[in-house]
């Protein structure tokens, strides 16, 4: 029997990480409730990825949020495409943007935006921040909750 989740390859089964960012596979599902305005919010705590100019490891929490339109991304092909950026250099402000906008081509949601929370390494942290446009006002879009970094203030 045919369902909206038949085309799914990676949930059920061990799915190894993918080797780079470009090489993960997004899978999405049909939303069952496109015709309601909603938030999604995934949030990834322990994002890693690497600095390229010296191969040090980056972390940082990301939060995002979309208003779906047709599609939903799947959850795990999700965390395996985030997974992925642990081998990956580049800097923060192109992970964080890099993600949204993949996110943005592959599901084309009403709104999506993204909160890049960048721990600190040599002093500074840096947040990132990217939006699809203004936010929806037919929405409930809460505050991302990540407090800015203040050190041990």
Known sequence: METIYSDLTQLGGKTDLPASPEK????????PQADVSYCV????PEFTSLCPMTGQPDFAHLVIDYVPG????????LKLFLGAFRNHGAFHE????SIARRLVEFLSPRWLRIGGYW???GGIPIDVFWQTGAMPKD???PDQGVPPYRGRG
């Open 24 to 31: 993960a596979v997004l899978e999405r599902v049909s939303n």
């Open 41 to 44: 919010r995934f949030t990834a």
């Open 70 to 77: 047709d599609w939903l991304v799947e959850s795990k092909s």
């Open 94 to 97: 192109d992970c964080t943007v």
């Open 119 to 121: 721990y600190p390494r």
């Open 139 to 141: 929405v409930w879009i």
